[in-house]
């Protein structure tokens, strides 16, 4: 684990805060979330809620969770009408092909 990755207490959210990167999730951290540094960017896991977001330095992408295989499906599609699944890294999950 990197050390920007964070374990969101009621003890430690105001020191982790300010070290969040993407603004949209500073504003919704909370006990029981995971905040992280990725390559280029931010995660942050709500595992209770299933939810998710990454930054890769313009505004977050937000999506489903999914704590077994630490994976981010986001909400919304892409220009071709696909959902893009994201790695705890960030990292854009390639799909399969045989999925179409």
């Not at 990755?5 to 105001?14: K, P």
């Not at 330095?57 to 959902?83: A, H």
Request: proline share 7%.
């Amino acid at each position: 684990m990197n050390a920007t990755h964070f374990n969101v207490t009621a003890e430690n959210i105001n020191d982790v805060r300010p070290m969040v990167d993407a603004i949209d999730q500073r504003l919704e951290l909370a006990p029981g979330c995971e905040t992280w540094g990725i390559a280029g960017g931010w995660m942050t896991a709500w595992p209770h809620e299933g939810r998710a977001a990454v930054m890769h330095g313009g505004d977050s992408v937000w999506g489903d969770w999914d704590p077994n295989s630490r994976t981010l499906i986001t909400d919304e599609p892409d220009e071709d009408g696909r959902f893009i699944v994201y790695d705890e890294n960030g990292d854009v999950v390639p799909a399969d092909p045989d999925c179409d």
